[in-house]
């Protein structure tokens, strides 16, 4: 079992940056894949971002690459995800997620523990 908590979401003008958390419990957190997905109003739940467990992969989707970079603290069983140059439309409840696959990193259903999520808004 893995249980995650994420923060450091809250309110930036588009342009800013934002750093979000996510502190897992449990002492396997290094075997884990690692992924944030983010969900707007009346939008389905999107990948953003995965790193691997040893933090030698990254993936990103399309829409944040180049602005958002994730990276892991495996000593502190915490993943981060750096988010620069924000838009309006990144603005998202963002959810932290862990994974034993060994593919399809982009899938939701493909991650058995999730967090609650932290809510991210850009203005214009």
């Known amino acids: 079992q893995v249980q995650l908590v994420e923060s450091g979401g809250g309110l930036v003008q588009a342009g800013g940056s934002l750093r979000v958390s996510c502190v897992a419990s449990?002492?396997?957190?290094?075997?884990?894949?690692m992924g944030w997905f983010r969900q707007a109003p009346g939008k389905e739940r999107e990948f953003v971002a995965a790193?691997?467990?040893?933090?030698?992969?990254?993936y990103y989707a399309d829409s944040v690459k180049g602005r958002f970079a994730i990276s892991r603290d495996n000593a502190k069983n915490t993943v981060y995800l750096q988010m620069n140059s924000l838009k309006p439309e990144d603005t998202a409840v963002y959810y932290c997620?862990?994974?034993?696959?060994?593919?399809?990193?982009?899938?939701?259903?493909?991650?058995?523990?999730w967090g609650r999520g932290t809510q991210v808004t850009v203005s214009a």
């Open positions: 997620a862990a994974t034993t696959s060994g593919s399809k990193w982009n899938f939701a259903a493909s991650y058995a523990y």
């Open positions: 790193i691997s467990w040893t933090g030698g992969g990254t």
């Open positions: 449990g002492r396997t957190f290094s075997s884990y894949t």
